[in-house]
């Protein structure tokens, strides 16, 4: 009779906490779609300074107004325009979107992508 009743004991502590460990499982899961809701990935270009997904002479004058103090450049933006990879924006950065625009093919990194989440 104690054998049995240990057995059963034991049985039901098994059950207890594989229904334990299924339930927190099914809490984390849970809170792993609160925490990363979905959001959509931007892609972005650099060259493209004003970010309508082109490189144009836009870009360019946009990059002139913001060394001039006209506008501020969003994060996007100014990645976006620092072409040449130096961590800076200036006249460098200028240039070389006008040089891209006339068909000069330097080295930068105008027209390659990277993503803003
Ligand atoms: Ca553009
Ligand atoms: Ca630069």
């Given at each position: 009779m104690k054998n049995k009743i240990v057995k059963i004991s034991v049985c039901f502590t098994a059950v207890f906490f594989t229904i334990a460990i299924v339930a927190a499982s099914m809490v984390n899961a849970v809170e792993i779609e609160e925490v990363l809701p979905e959001e959509e990935a931007t892609m972005r270009y650099y060259g493209d300074a004003d970010l309508d997904g082109q490189i144009t002479m836009m870009d360019v004058i946009t990059v002139q107004k913001a060394l001039a103090g006209v506008i501020t450049l969003s994060f996007a933006a100014l990645k976006n325009s620092d072409v040449n990879g130096d961590k800076a924006i200036d006249d460098d950065d200028v240039k070389l979107i006008q040089r891209y625009l006339a068909g000069c093919n330097d080295?930068?990194?105008?027209?390659k992508m990277w993503i803003e989440l």
């Open positions: 080295s930068t990194l105008i027209g």
